[in-house]
């Protein structure tokens, strides 16, 4: 990734690519655990001939899927970064938490049992650590963005034994803080190079840095308090909600941080900018030809269909995506002819924008014909 990334049930900017594009593993669910009031830590069995597709980086997610069982409802999508606790290398755990009604997030939160089946993609995305030896990576969090960057925190301090890492959690309550008690587990195996400061902002804290929203004004003195600099030892990290990520980003530029040394990776768009206008408009007709699983499908832009992947999927049901909303880039494809307009996104870098890339859930035609190669 070049890397902003904006996942934890994502998205990501970068030069990942899309291994397995189009196929899904059905998978058992091994252990539901409560991780809070509104989140549940789901474990699932990967067999031994799937362990090298569902190998990954930290930093990575999957794109998860439900199938109605002959009740009438709808199949339910969403990506989630893998998130293991520190100390395994190996294995599928995801941390689904609810931010709203319905959705898959619902679904897993109050139904999801052990023995059931989900279907679940190859880990992809770009997000991830610096390859950097000695590095002073900064992590700065929002609610279930902590899930990627502890898997972070975690191999770096493992792989890298000269790096430090420092985190800024930011929730709303201590009881809606995900992972408390491994990110404790963490600071007290590695005591000398993982600081943490927990930001609560509906809470009053004893320390009034730690009491209140991630702003300007409050991130420079966090950071100043973890002896983070905007030199060239420092990377940083952000994942949460648009709010925080963007309020984060344009606080360290203002700060001084380099912006090619700050990744980004987000989970929602709920707060973020209104869709540029003319996006409920039908997008122009014409023939979309798109490669997917090493077979080539022509499909039709219909009266109603505002992106590409509307007419792709009625010709391609098992075509990659996940949140629609420009986040996770599961959906990215290679436009090898024809040309799209892409408005708000996330998940793509200037590389990969460079190179040709889209994500075929924001992308409208803007030619007659368009072919997508989803497997480059």
């Known amino acids: 990734m070049t890397t902003t990334s904006l996942t934890a049930a994502s998205v990501t900017t970068g030069t990942a690519s899309a291994p397995h594009a189009g196929v899904w593993h059905r998978l058992r669910v091994t252990e539901v655990e409560r991780a809070s009031d509104d989140a549940v830590a789901i474990r699932l069995d990967v067999p031994d001939h799937l362990a090298g597709v569902f190998a990954h980086r930290a930093g990575q997610h999957v794109a998860v899927r439900h199938l109605?069982?002959?009740?009438?409802?709808?199949?339910?999508?969403r990506s989630y970064s893998v998130c293991l606790p520190p100390g395994e290398r190996s294995g599928l755990r995801l941390v689904v938490k609810r931010l709203g009604p319905g959705g898959f997030a619902e679904y897993a939160t109050e139904?999801?049992?052990?023995?059931?089946?989900?279907?679940?993609?190859?880990?992809?995305?770009?997000?991830?650590?610096?390859?950097?030896?000695?590095?002073?990576?900064?992590l700065i969090a929002g609610g279930s963005g902590i899930t990627p960057l502890l898997s972070m925190a975690a191999a770096a301090l493992r792989d890298d034994l000269e790096c430090r890492v420092s985190l800024v959690y930011a929730n709303r309550t201590a009881a809606s803080v995900l992972l408390a008690d491994e990110l404790a587990d963490l600071k007290d195996a590695?005591?000398?190079?993982?600081?943490?400061?927990h930001v609560l902002s509906q809470e009053t804290r004893e320390a009034e840095l730690l009491s209140g929203r991630v702003d300007s004004g409050r991130l420079t003195k966090l950071l100043a308090l973890l002896g983070a600099e905007p030199d060239d030892r420092g990377f940083f990290y952000l994942c949460g909600p648009w709010g925080l990520v963007e309020s984060v980003r344009?606080?360290?530029a203002c700060w001084g941080a380099d912006p090619a040394r700050v990744r980004l990776e987000l989970f929602s768009t709920a707060d973020g900018p209104r869709e540029a206008d003319g996006g409920d408009v039908p997008a122009r007709?014409?023939?979309?030809?798109?490669?997917l699983a090493g077979r080539t499908t022509v499909a039709t832009m219909g009266p109603g269909d505002r992106v590409v992947l509307?007419?792709?999927?009625?010709?391609?049901?098992?075509?990659?995506y996940?949140?629609?909303?420009?986040?996770?880039?599961?959906?990215?494809?290679?436009?090898?002819?024809?040309?799209?307009?892409?408005d708000?996104?996330?998940?793509?870098?200037?590389?990969e924008l460079a190179g040709g890339y889209t994500l075929a859930c924001r992308a409208r035609p803007d030619s007659d014909e368009v072919g997508l190669d989803f497997d480059a």
């Open 322 to 342: 996940s949140c629609r909303d420009g986040l996770c880039g599961t959906c990215r494809a290679k436009v090898v002819s024809g040309s799209v307009r892409m």
């Open 285 to 291: 007709q014409g023939r979309i030809t798109a490669r």
């Open 310 to 320: 509307d007419a792709v999927l009625r010709a391609r049901p098992e075509t990659p």
């Open 190 to 197: 590695y005591v000398d190079r993982f600081f943490t400061l």
């Open 111 to 138: 139904r999801l049992a052990v023995g059931d089946f989900l279907e679940l993609s190859a880990p992809t995305g770009g997000f991830g650590l610096v390859d950097r030896p000695g590095a002073h990576h900064v």
């Open 344 to 351: 708000r996104q996330y998940a793509l870098g200037e590389a």
């Open 250 to 252: 344009e606080a360290l």
């Open 68 to 77: 109605p069982d002959g009740d009438g409802g709808p199949e339910l999508r």
